[in-house]
């Protein structure tokens, strides 16, 4: 197999890093190369972060360049049109439709734009809003947005579903085990 | 068993089954993983340092007494390091060392970009370049013989694309740490004059050596392919270069100083066009020409500054690259601010509206130079706040100036290296203000331990600095604790320091809410009182919000961020805001 270009944005403090774990770890028990990689330090504070995620048979760079993700996930409508050009022709894109004020926009030195998900759509003919705040609430946390988000996009993965559900029971701790499971199920029945 | 671990953790595991004795570092993104796991790991004893200096010093001495040692630390760190660094490559090691630094290409959370490369030539020393996990992993080995065999300090650098990437690893069989020899050597040890000339000619022959070695080591590999394009590479340049061009042949070095010179000529002689893919400064290129080999592509096509991509070699060769639509422009950008409930923010927004010129450090309030604050004049490096306040209050005395700059520092960066700066002040006499804030951690990286916070790296309990007494001692009068949740007594407090002659320092002991993970009662803001003048938004807190309603848009507070600080309720001219 080729490498399978992942992308997962959002905000500082969304769980971003976990996400990007469990489809690392899933492709690794599948057998696959992975290589994970991003940026921490200064975005958590709220900032942007961006995470790479690319298995396949070998894989070299840890980078995925713009212009050749098979699919990005974005937890937020803002950082999913953001990163938007990471996708390549054809590329997916599946976003969070709750929107988090950027600190400018907190701040009043800039608007969040009115029509965020329509620039999406009008740029990307294949993309995705999952009511993923919802959909955590029922599962028990409004922490599991990441296992929701997760969950929409796992049958568009070289990835068994059974794989990344044991994964995720691993990873989660105590009643977590429980939510993230719920929440990731969740995901998977609104994408 | 196949792990997926970052470069970090690579090192850190290679450092215990390599047997390792003892680890030093100071935080510092990308490198701080390195030592919280050896601590996680629990094998091998470790500590953060109060700074690089120390815990590189602190590494040597666990060499001399015997044990494998490790320092860990940021590209920046090695500036504050080289001291020892440049005459421990004289006195060379007893037991293997190895000084793990991690740069920050494309400066993704550092001040400056620089090459630490060119440490490992200043030095003299070896550097290993790992290219991924895997290679992290087996160079922590590597480096310890290395350093033995050749009586050496070994560097082993990463960038953040190594240290942060996570890929799959496959240990080795551990090697039992034991101790050796304390041993008593003045002559190696003792760096008086007439020992140094000795050691600097031994410097200089190691180096020859260390140059044959490279010759033949297996850390320096040549994957012949296509000849019409030869690449000469290291770390994760390598990794884009495969990605850009599977096919081509490639000289990838592992061993980056001292470099392979034979190897790299006949490498260039094989093949018709040769390209030099590095990141930041021109280290092999400039040898590599030096040395009279021709090169084709190097630093002409590939930028001295930021990281290096796939797109980018492909580009420097004269070849296409993936088409990509262009980033939708004009969004609102997302810097990282304040956590919500901050102590910092109540801080910065006094010295926002008072418009004092503020000298600042570097830690999580850096953040307070950006708008709406902008309440920050100038942060150099670490711990420079104090001293940099202290010339400019002398250059103010001279000029026959009255105001008084206001240095900004927090607790770890004080610790690290503002007490000199502040020993100067009280010892100058500097009209100067102060301001420490101790929210006993090490914010900026993450949250680590600190000689204040009261716990030692592994978490176990130590003894807390109090920073109030130890101020005193330095031989400031007036210190003074404030509470920078309570604005309109900051605000005096402030006031009352600029106003007083001489040193002056105030402390806040709030702790960092994100470390401590502290959760207040939440604000909320009352729509038919707010008049939506936007007062509040000054907190610069993502918590706030302006929602549309009726004509005017008002501010909304949103429960699932907001942390209860009363900073926004306090900048509120109208009572519109309370405890929801
Ligand atoms: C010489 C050097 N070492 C390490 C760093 C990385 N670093 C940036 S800020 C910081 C410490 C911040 O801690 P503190 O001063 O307590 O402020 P806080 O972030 O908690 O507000 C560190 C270690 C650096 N920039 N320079
Ligand atoms: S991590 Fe701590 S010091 Fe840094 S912004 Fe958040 S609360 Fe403030
Ligand atoms: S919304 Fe106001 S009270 Fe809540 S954390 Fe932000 S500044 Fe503090």
Redesign the interface.
Known sequence: MNVFNIVIAG??GQGVLMASKVL??SA?KSGM????????????????VISFVRIGDK?????V????ADILISFEP??A??Y?????PGGKVVYSRVT??????????????ADVEA?IKA?CSNSHAIEALSIAHEAGN?KAVNMVMVGSVMKSLPLESGVIEGVVAELSQGKGVDVNLKALRGGAAAA | MKKIISGNEAIALSFGDSGGVFASGYPGTPSTETLEEVARLGEVYCEWAPNEKVALESAIGASIAGGRSLSTMKHVGVNVAADALMTLTYTGVNAGLILMVADDPGMHSSQNEQDSRNYAKFAKVPMLDPADSQEAYDFVRAGFEISEQFDTPVMLRTTTRISHAKGVVEQTAKIQPKVGEWVRNVPKYVMLPNFGKIKHVEVEARLLKLQEFAESSPLNRVEMGDKALGIITSGVSYQHVKEAYPNASVLKLGLVHPLPMNKIREFAGSVKRLMIVEEMDAIFEEQIRAAGVRVDIGKDRISLCGEVSADIVRAAAGDAVAKSAAPVEGLPQRPPTFCPGCAHRGLFSILSKLKAFVSGDIGCYTLGALPPMSAMHSTICMGASISAAHGMAKVNEIAGRTEKPVAVIGDSTFFHSGITGLLSMAYNKSNALVIIMDNRTTGMTGGQENPGSGRVLQGEPAGQVNIKDLVKVLGVEHVVEINTYDLAATEAAIKKGLETPGPYVLIDKNPCILRYRVKKPTIAVNQDTCTGCRACLKAACVALGLTASGDKPKVRIDPNICNGCGVCSQLCKFDAMSEA
Do not use: C, F
């Open positions: 905000v500082g690392a770890e690794l190369d992975v290589k994970q990689n991003e940026v921490h330090g200064m975005a958590q504070r709220g900032g942007s894989v070299s760079s840890p980078v360049m713009p212009g050749t803002l950082e049109l953001r938007l050009h990471y996708l390549k988090i004020n950027p600190s400018t926009v907190a701040s009043g030195l800039a608007l969040y734009p620039q740029k409004a």
